[in-house]
């Protein structure tokens, strides 16, 4: 079994949102390796990635814009940010930079 996803069968643009400080993955390591793939395999579809300096995994995450866990931004920096890494700034820039990027992602597929 093979762990590498076929990426260059998706037919459509893609969003990838990284953060250099990921605990759970090499979120940045697996974006660049996408983007090899994708260019391996001349992937016609735009691909729009997004790094994020001293983010964790939550980078580009929604949770502040869509959900109830935003909240969790105004207790003081709790286990679950600390176990997916980056510092609390970071994460919280990531979030507004990952909207941002997937609102003009969106608007760009009109």
Not at 37 to 52: C, G
Not at 84 to 107: D, P, S, V
Request: charged share 15%; with cysteine.
């Amino acid at each position: 079994m093979n762990g590498v996803i076929p990426v260059e069968k998706i037919h459509g643009p893609l969003l990838l949102v990284c953060g250099t400080m990921d605990r759970i993955w090499p979120s940045c390591g697996f974006t660049a390796a996408i983007q090899a793939r994708l260019r391996a395999h001349h992937f016609r579809y735009p691909v729009t990635a997004l790094t994020v300096p001293n983010a964790g995994h939550a980078a580009g995450g929604m949770e502040a814009y869509y959900s109830a866990t935003a909240a969790a931004y105004d207790q003081p920096f709790s286990a679950y940010y600390t176990v997916l890494g980056g510092t609390l700034e970071a994460n919280k820039q990531g979030e507004a930079k990952g909207h941002a990027a997937l609102l003009k992602f969106l608007q760009a597929q009109r």
